[in-house]
């Protein structure tokens, strides 16, 4: 998935903006974006997904008008859950990863 950072992925708080940089909020909400999309692919008719757990790492900031390729990779798949590896890649480094762990809900 390839996203432009806008103005709203800043970290804000109480309507006060942090400082111009994608924020972990907005990491998160990507993040699950990517992720399910590839999770979809193994539902079956009356099944659906939710989030289990995620963790994120910042290894370099990232500004506000940067292109970002939000890359997702199945590392672990087993009953009922699945795992994915996110790398958030900008100017051809990797910027931050995430791992983010989906269950089947129903059927």
């Known amino acids: 998935?390839?996203?432009?950072?806008?103005?709203?992925?800043?970290?804000?708080?109480d309507d006060e903006n942090?400082?111009?940089?994608y924020s972990t909020v907005a990491m998160v909400r990507d993040a699950e974006?990517?992720?399910?999309?590839?999770?979809?692919?193994?539902l079956e008719e009356g099944e659906e997904g939710?989030?289990?757990s995620i963790q994120l790492r910042h290894d370099a900031p990232v500004p506000v008008g940067a292109t970002v390729d939000v890359v997702a990779t199945v590392t672990h798949?087993?009953?009922r859950r699945m795992e994915t590896s996110v790398?958030?890649?900008?100017?051809?480094?990797?910027?931050?990863?995430?791992t983010f762990t989906q269950v089947v809900l129903g059927a």
Not at 1 to 13: G, I
Not at 87 to 98: I, L
């Open 1 to 13: 998935m390839r996203r432009v950072v806008l103005d709203s992925d800043r970290a804000a708080f």
């Open 18 to 21: 942090i400082h111009d940089l």
């Open 33 to 42: 974006h990517v992720s399910r999309y590839v999770f979809r692919q193994g």
């Open 50 to 52: 939710a989030g289990a």
């Open 77 to 79: 798949a087993e009953g």
């Open 87 to 98: 790398e958030f890649v900008h100017d051809g480094e990797v910027k931050a990863t995430a």
